[in-house]
């Protein structure tokens, strides 16, 4: 892997931590730490659902981290 690859690469990831909280079909992580200096503090909220065996997380629509101008939905499964 080369250094535009690597670079690529961690544009396209995301990762943050902290203590949650369950409202309805929502979790909330109040952020400790984050990639993005910018969410510490902050609260994430994502939607979640089981279908079967299955756990689905979702982000409301953004404004994209890696498209600037674009807006991003990211889904988990």
Same mark, same amino acid.
């Not at 690597?6 to 990762?15: C, D, F, Q, T, W």
């Not at 629509?61 to 674009?70: L, T």
């Given at each position: ?19 949650? $909280? /369950? @409202? #309805? +079909? ?14 510490? *503090? ?6 979640? $659902? /089981? @279908? #079967? +065996? ?14 600037? *101008? ?8």
């Amino acid at each position: 892997m080369d250094d535009a690859e690597r670079a690529a690469l961690h544009k396209s990831m995301l990762a943050y931590s902290g203590k949650y $909280r /369950i @409202e #309805g +079909d929502d979790f909330v992580t109040v952020v400790e730490v984050s990639w993005n200096e910018e969410w510490n *503090g902050t609260e994430q909220r994502r939607h979640f $659902r /089981i @279908e #079967g +065996d299955k756990l689905f997380i979702e982000s409301a629509p953004a404004p994209s981290i890696v498209f600037p *101008g674009k807006t991003d939905f990211r889904r988990i499964v």
